[in-house]
């Protein structure tokens, strides 16, 4: 068995290890260091001699670890004494006790008191299994600044007496949101990379949608899990045409909709269900969104009038500028472009999103279809100078060309 191998089992039982190791030791550092080292040393036994049981192997390996670091930092050899004596490997595997160890995991990993930077770090580190390196490249930012967040992270959790437990039902639902919020940003970073020089970041966004069923599979109650993981299926069903062969972005109007993923839309159509009982909320509602484009045969016969009455409704559950501005685009297709540029001057006159470059974007767009084409291309190429995504800035630029 070589190192991808190795990879391959950690990404899969990654959320396991370490939530039972923190079950064990009460100690989400000592647990994720401890695993962390199993890891190191799979890459160098395994290749030598294959374990019959490669997961339990490390859920072995990565204990002996913890014993062994608690017994260096403590003299409390009841409490070592207490762990070693412990229920072997094969007794813990309890289906019930795992599903409540990583749905704390992930709990804890989204904690409050973290920083949003490292609570996407460490939901990808000890949830999803992925490397600091890995996490480095989704992100574009140096190795180190990633393992800093990761070990400022688990210094905050250890300093704030973070319990590894699940939330008490009152406030679960309250911090739920969080862990979505989390998830979402990850999510959005892969399918809409804000910097870089690629538009898609393809990897990041299907890791998020497997914690994403992760979390509705622990949660299968909880509509927003579900809505959230209709919006990210919905998504991801376009991926295929979204970029041309050089990496460029296509445009909604110009994909191909018979490469779109059907089996993605019905995914993401059977999560919509399950996330409208009771209404829907903000994922729901952006789900609810990319099902009228998804179920759409083309641009034009899209049900615009509907959009515009979701993001009406997306906006009074959870108002935001980007929503208004994605409303004015909705507009725009649904009642003229004239509607639409008084939404989105309305946005410049309150100063919503300052420094963005959505909204000179969008405004240039409104302003083309106006046919005021010098102040549409002055936006554009303002638009290009603000944004950070390589991709899209060429394609701002190449807008603002064919205006002369």
């Known amino acids: 068995m070589g190192p991808a191998d190795v990879e391959a089992v950690w990404r899969i039982e990654s959320a396991r290890i370490v939530a039972a190791l923190t079950r064990f030791t009460g100690d989400f550092g000592l647990a994720e260091d401890a695993a962390q080292e199993a890891v190191a040393e799979a890459l160098v036994s395994w290749p030598l001699a294959a374990p019959a049981n490669p997961a339990g192997w490390l859920m072995a390996t990565a204990r002996r670890r913890a014993i062994d670091a608690i017994r260096r930092r403590t003299a409390l050899h009841d409490r070592y004494a207490l762990l070693a004596a412990g229920p072997a490997v094969d007794d813990e595997i309890d289906p019930d006790r795992i599903d409540d160890d990583i749905l704390a995991l992930m709990f804890v990993s989204c904690h409050p008191v973290l920083s949003r930077e490292a609570q996407v770090a460490l939901t990808l580190r000890v949830v999803g299994g ?59 970073e892969g399918s809409t990379a804000t910097s870089g ?74 999560a919509l269900v399950k996330a409208s009982p009771r209404g829907l ?80 974007t969008v405004r240039g767009e409104l302003l083309g279809r106006l046919g005021r084409h010098r102040e549409a291309r002055a936006e554009l190429e303002l638009a290009a100078r603000l944004c950070a995504n390589q991709r899209e800035r060429s394609v701002l630029l190449r807008k603002a060309a064919a205006l002369d």
Request: charged letters at 25%.
């Open 281 to 360: 909320g903000p994922y729901g509602l952006q789900a609810a969104i990319a099902a009228a484009h998804a179920s759409a045969p083309s641009v034009e016969e899209t049900d615009w009038d509907r959009i515009v009455l979701l993001y009406e409704a997306l906006g009074r559950v959870a108002p935001s500028p980007v929503v208004e501005l994605n409303r004015a685009v909705a507009v725009a297709m649904a009642s003229g472009p004239a509607s639409a540029l008084a939404i989105v001057d309305e946005l410049i006159a309150s100063d919503r999103l300052p420094g963005s470059h959505l909204v000179p």
């Open 130 to 188: 992925l490397s600091s390196e890995e996490i480095a490249r989704a992100f574009l930012v140096p190795v180190p600044t990633v393992q800093a967040r990761i070990t400022r992270g688990k210094k905050t959790i250890a300093a704030a007496g973070v319990p590894f437990e699940l939330p008490a039902a009152d406030e679960r639902r309250e911090r739920l949101s969080g862990v979505l919020s989390v998830l979402y940003v990850i999510f959005t």
């Open 197 to 270: 020089d690629r538009l898609l970041r393809p990897d990041l966004a299907y890791e998020a949608i497997r914690l994403v069923r992760t979390l509705a599979a622990l949660q299968p109650n909880e509509p927003e899990v579900h809505g959230l993981l209709a919006l990210c299926e919905l998504t991801a069903a376009r991926f295929p045409t979204r970029t041309g062969p050089d990496g460029s972005p296509v445009l909604l109007e110009d994909q191909d909709r018979r490469r779109w993923d059907y089996s993605a839309i019905r995914r993401g159509l059977t």
